[in-house]
């Protein structure tokens, strides 16, 4: 308080320190009450003793690598990861894709791998932009991922060579 006439502020500063104080003594206050009640609440065995506040080390997680594919994307396509989560990867990106998502991919031609040649032109040629969920091919189904004419293929070919079943 002596000081607070020398410059701006120190008002404001010793206000504050004095009402610190004064919470800290009705603080303590409190705890000196409850510490002593506890002493004896331990001795007579009906409180156990507190545990000690040094936190355990917490050990990392291991997880498992699951085996993914680095491909390009040559249209927008979605596949559930090895985690349960679907992802989307906008066309022409490279996205991780699992074994089998990266196999229907190539399959429908709807992803390649790192070395194609349009990669090196088409690679994030859409800036970023965020993937329509609704328009991605899904991966994931055996059905979507088959050319249109695959039923048609395969139905000439179960007829046998005479064109009957």
Not at 20 to 43: D, W, Y
Not at 53 to 76: D, G, I, N, S, Y
Request: net charge negative; charged share 25%.
């Amino acid at each position: 308080m002596e000081l607070a006439h020398w410059h701006h502020g120190c008002t404001e500063m010793t206000t504050f320190l004095q009402s610190a104080m004064g919470q800290m003594e009705t603080a303590l206050n409190f705890q000196l009450a409850e510490l002593k009640v506890m002493l004896g609440m331990i001795r007579d065995g009906r409180q156990p003793i507190p545990a000690d506040k040094k936190p355990e080390p917490v050990q990392p997680k291991v997880t498992e690598q699951v085996p993914t594919e680095r491909a390009f994307t040559l249209r927008v396509v979605r596949w559930v990861d090895a985690h349960g989560i679907e992802q989307v990867a906008d066309q022409y990106t490279d996205c991780n894709l699992t074994l089998a998502a990266a196999a229907r991919g190539k399959r429908c031609h709807a992803v390649t791998g790192l070395n194609d040649p349009r990669r090196r032109e088409l690679l994030n040629a859409h800036g970023g932009r965020h993937p329509n969920r609704a328009q991605a091919l899904d991966l994931n189904d055996e059905q979507a991922t088959r050319p249109p004419h695959a039923a048609h293929i395969e139905s000439v070919l179960a007829s046998g060579p005479s064109g009957e079943s």
